[in-house]
């Protein structure tokens, strides 16, 4: 009974995370083999009516206070684009003259320069559609959660179900494999194989970097 629960564990599991186990790998030799084709993108800029009066200015405050207001206006320009993204660096988002606020936000697929003009209510926007390569590629250590998106969040979410999904059926394998008489003999070979030439390359990193 047992070990048809982890049997089961093994292969739901295994085709729960399927297309992430296989984004993983194509981004992983996308990674090793950055062709010239993989890296198009398209940009496109256009302008359109936003209104933020409000926005902080840095004049008397100090340097931990205005990188509070500074993160707070871009909050603000995401909110009244109705976009997800978050700041391309910590320091992103500055005053270019007394009406323009510039700001660079990046989300994966994606990243946007924004003019907000603040006299004239109108915002200049600059986005950069990465290509599905780079997409693919970006999806492979993304991690982060957006307040504006549900459905965005739910990556981050997933990759984590997928790593313990993955763990699990590595146990779980080896559970499995020790209830195959015959097979022991190879399944040794390869495990002390695989784990000898892991710790050496861990060990040549570690010490040689």
Known sequence: MLRKIILNIHI??????FSYLILLGISTLNFNHPFAFTTAGTTTTWTQPLKLPDLARPEGKNAQDWSRLRTQNNQKVLHALGSFAFPNTAGDGNWKDSDTWHTHFVRVGKEYDIDVHVDQGTATITATRRSLWTLIR???????????????STWAWYTDLCACVVVAAGISGVYLWTH??????????????????????????????
């Open 12 to 17: 739901y599991g295994g085709l729960l995370c």
């Open 138 to 152: 970006e999806l492979h250590g993304e991690h982060e959660t957006f307040p504006e998106s549900f459905f965005a």
């Open 180 to 209: 195959r008489r015959r097979e022991r003999r190879i399944g040794l070979i390869l495990l002390a194989v695989a784990t000898a030439v892991s710790l050496a390359l861990m060990l040549v990193i570690a010490l040689h970097g």
